[in-house]
């Protein structure tokens, strides 16, 4: 088509149309984090309730990331398509529901915002190249994780999985790593937290992570090989000390209070995306 042909040859049309995509792309992002759990918790309650031979709940409300429409928690007012341009429309409402002037929480701007951010990167990471379309796509999946981890504690199997079996599919055609380094990530990741979380709680009687995070690590190995796991991890833990004692000292949390770890390890996997490479070779001077 055309429009491909153009982006392939002017990198500053691809980068606009990536950013602008990367904006939208954003937007539904943080329909999948609010309203995934929603249909999770759904399916569950559906399956008990089948488990326990109990009738179906009549009154229970059918969710899916299309219906019902999108509409203020606080009225009730649909939100129309000129109140959800990204970024732009919170700032023209000032934050708030344009019926109701209920505030209008940040986190869908600066979903929408990091999400543009994150795409323009990879742009002028990877240029017009197989490369850039996977790097989309683990881009959005690792921030929407981290939007409903943050939110939930949560990391869902539904794209988790998906993304693990999605980096083992790309090592065939060798798009970050090599089928055997992929496998052995996989393996290695999930393994590697597994270990720490039954050292942990034998040592402690408490449970450290989730499973979830095990899957996501194994994911990230799948994507890029089994020698990238020291540095994810290391990254990760780094990042994830820093910033639970900055949430002690200033904010008083607990020592013992959960904190989420799936960001970090998001995090951890997008800077080994886009300047693993660079972090390789000063870790490991040739």
């Known amino acids: 088509m055309a429009i491909f042909d153009a982006m392939a040859s002017n990198p500053m049309l691809l980068m606009?149309?990536?950013?602008?995509?990367?904006?939208?792309v954003g937007?539904?992002?943080?329909?999948?984090?609010l309203r995934l759990p929603q249909m999770m918790e759904a399916a569950w309650k559906r399956d008990s309730r089948s488990l326990l031979e109990l009738p179906a709940?009549?009154?229970?409300?059918?969710?899916s990331l299309t219906s019902p429409p999108s509409s203020c928690a606080s009225?009730?007012?649909r939100i129309r398509a000129w109140h959800n341009v990204p970024v732009v429309s919170w700032i023209l409402l000032r934050g708030r529901c344009a019926y109701c002037s209920a505030a209008i929480s940040p986190q869908y701007p600066?979903?929408?915002?990091?999400?543009?951010?994150?795409?323009?990167?990879?742009?002028?990471?990877?240029?017009?190249?197989p490369q850039l379309a996977a790097a989309l796509v683990l881009s959005?999946?690792?921030?929407v994780l981290t939007v409903i981890d943050l939110r939930e504690h949560l990391l869902p199997d539904d794209i988790t999985l998906p993304l693990m079996w999605l980096g083992l599919v790309l090592s065939i055609f060798e798009i970050f790593t090599n089928a055997h380094s992929s496998i052995a990530g996989a393996a290695f990741g999930y393994l590697s937290l597994w270990l720490i979380y039954h050292a942990f709680r034998l040592a402690t009687g408490k449970e450290g992570m989730g499973y979830g995070d095990?899957?996501?690590?194994?994911?990230?190995g799948a994507w890029f090989g089994a020698a990238s796991l020291p540095m994810i991890l290391l990254l990760s833990s780094v990042v994830g000390a820093a910033v639970g004692i900055v949430l002690i000292v200033f904010r008083g949390r607990e020592r013992g209070s959960a904190i989420a770890f799936g960001p970090y390890l998001a995090g951890a996997g997008w800077i080994t995306l886009i300047w693993g490479s660079a972090i390789g070779r000063l870790?490991?001077?040739h």
């Open 16 to 24: 606009v149309f990536v950013t602008v995509l990367g904006l939208l």
């Open 27 to 33: 937007s539904f992002l943080n329909v999948v984090a």
């Open 57 to 63: 709940d009549e009154n229970a409300k059918v969710i």
């Open 75 to 77: 009225c009730g007012g």
């Open 110 to 129: 600066l979903v929408e915002f990091v999400c543009g951010v994150m795409s323009a990167v990879c742009v002028w990471r990877f240029g017009w190249s």
């Open 140 to 143: 959005w999946a690792l921030l």
């Open 214 to 220: 095990f899957k996501l690590l194994a994911a990230l």
């Open 283 to 285: 870790m490991l001077p």
